[in-house]
């Protein structure tokens, strides 16, 4: 999502007192989205889960604003910045009339208010892009500076990012986290309306908006289906306008409909098996390889997808800066794997599979992954848990191995690495408790390079160090299959699983 040049000095147009809304005479506009997420929070610091990244930049203004299709940020809340020529001090300076959605001004106190405590706050689930800030500081109601404690060339792209957004300062104070949590008072485009856990959320036009004419639809709805073929039957009705990753089966049959379209947006998700490495048989190297080798991932990604998703060879995803296409992938080897069961002493032993219900490609996945592993040894069981219990058995280490996916919010590979490789920061390696001190010294060392020659050097070495401990088993690249009723214009999700619903309109 960041742009490949950084600007000195960016400018943007000014903000407007309030956006136009619907009158009584007028009938509202409504997209509805269908998603296998569930909604979990509204308070952008508390979670990195998708169905929760999805809400927030619907409901939370950031210092940077993406294009609609991630590729270029360019001037949020802030109309222009600057930048030392050490890249250790940067400013931000404020539109003019910027205000909440309780029709409060937003100043630089609620910028300096939300990043200490997107970066200190116990509650704040993925601080580590904003560690590297020294300081931060109001000089003016609308000037905010950051101090860093040296270069850190992902910085610019971290304040775009999806827990970045610009929170009230007083309404956090005055209702109490668990409150604001529920009923935020927000800065981005989108205001709640009502929230139904494990439901819908019923988003309405903040008419205290700054984009002038933004957002186009009154009012937007995230409706929770987890089951796949509920989603497609839904869209195939009309009952929706979006059905959100819809299985790889149904994308022909859909994509040939004159009202429905299936683009097959470019993402940076990576689909993985995760494996605990606190479970003391998944700590042995040589189990985990014989996992890899006993997994036919070209049959996987040909079964799953229809050949629609690339096979991946990397722990990063392709899309990212300094991925290493030259990485030899872990070869599919049964003998092999079967050899290194042996050796280990775990021949015969159990293995436990855990995958979210619901879902039909999940599911797909892990029943390949069940007999592919059985055939080599293991006697492996899958347990399917729903996604809550899921996420907290994972974060708990309270498993053994499960096929999921993760995506990276920017194209530097930087918050990759310490999202899901590196065990000093923040996220256990994406709760594998994967640790290697070479790997998060090369990390520290990859952020403060300014040489793009040499970064790439070091991420080629953190890639080939995590292929070979097989901190992850990498299954393949896939392109997001989200289904859109052609009734829709301007909606599309970008690489970081934002969605440009601010420039949507749609003709019923």
């Keep these: 999502m960041v742009a490949t040049e950084e600007p000195a000095v960016t400018e943007a147009p000014p903000a407007t007192e309030e956006a136009p809304v619907a009158t009584e005479e007028e009938e509202e506009t409504v997209i509805r989205i269908a998603t296998p997420n569930t909604v979990s929070t509204l308070d952008p610091i508390k979670s990195a889960a998708a169905g929760d990244i999805q809400v927030f930049g619907q409901l939370y203004s950031r210092l940077l604003k993406a294009t609609p299709d991630g590729s270029e940020l360019l001037p949020g809340l802030a109309e222009r910045w600057e930048q030392s020529e050490d890249q250790t001090v940067w400013t931000f300076y404020l539109r003019d009339g910027l205000k909440f959605s309780d029709g409060i001004p937003l100043t630089a106190e609620d910028v300096v208010f939300s990043f200490l405590r997107l970066r200190d706050h116990e509650g704040s689930v993925y601080s580590g892009p904003f560690q590297p800030i020294k300081d931060v500081e109001a000089l003016d109601e609308k000037t905010v500076r950051f101090t860093l404690d ?25 209702m109490g986290e668990e409150e604001f949590a529920k009923m935020p008072v927000v800065s981005g485009p989108y205001m709640v309306r009502e929230w139904l856990p494990n439901d819908r959320l019923i988003m309405e036009r903040n008419p205290y908006y700054w984009r002038e004419g933004y957002p186009k639809i009154d009012v937007v709805e995230f409706i929770e289906v987890p089951n796949d ?10 009952e929706i306008d979006v059905a959100v990753s819809v299985p790889w089966a149904n994308i022909e049959e859909l994509d040939q409909r004159d009202d429905i379209d299936v ?14 490495h606190k479970d003391p ?39 990212l800066l300094y991925y290493d296409p030259d990485l030899p992938a872990i070869p599919y080897d049964p003998d092999q794997a079967k050899q290194l069961l042996e ?7 159990k293995l436990e599979l855990m995958m979210v219900s619901g879902s039909a490609i999940t599911e797909q996945i892990h029943l390949l992954m069940q007999n592919q592993l059985t055939a080599v040894g293991f006697e492996v069981t899958i347990k399917q848990v729903d996604l809550g219990t899921w996420w907290d058995l994972l974060v708990g280490g309270e498993y053994q191995a499960a096929a999921s996916w993760w ?14 490789l590196c065990g000093t920061c923040g996220s256990d390696s994406f709760y594998t408790f994967y640790v290697n001190e070479e790997i998060d010294r090369l990390a520290d060392e990859a952020v403060k390079e300014v040489d793009p020659q040499k970064r790439a050097e070091l991420y080629h070495r953190i890639q080939q160090i995590a292929l070979d401990e097989v901190a992850q088993i990498p299954l393949y690249y896939p392109p997001y299959t989200n289904a859109y009723s052609t009734a829709i214009q301007g909606l599309m999700m970008n690489p970081a699983i934002q969605w440009s619903l601010e420039e949507a309109t749609i003709t019923r």
């Design 229 to 238: 073929n509920t989603r497609v039957s839904m869209i195939s009705t009309g």
């Design 150 to 174: 040296g270069p850190a060339a992902p910085f610019f792209g971290s304040v775009e990012m999806f827990n970045a957004g610009i929170v009230p300062k007083h309404a956090v104070e005055e």
């Design 343 to 349: 050796e280990a002493g775990a021949m015969g032993k």
């Design 263 to 276: 683009p097959l947006d470019p993402s940076t998700v990576i689909e993985v098996v995760l494996l605990n």
């Design 407 to 420: 995506y990276n919010e920017t194209p530097d590979p930087d918050l990759a690495v310490r999202w899901a």
């Design 281 to 319: 048989m998944l700590s042995d190297v040589r189990v985990r390889k014989a996992i890899a080798m006993a997994l036919d991932v070209d049959n996987i990604t040909k079964t799953v997808t229809f050949g629609k998703a690339t096979r991946a060879n990397s722990p990063l995803p392709n899309s």
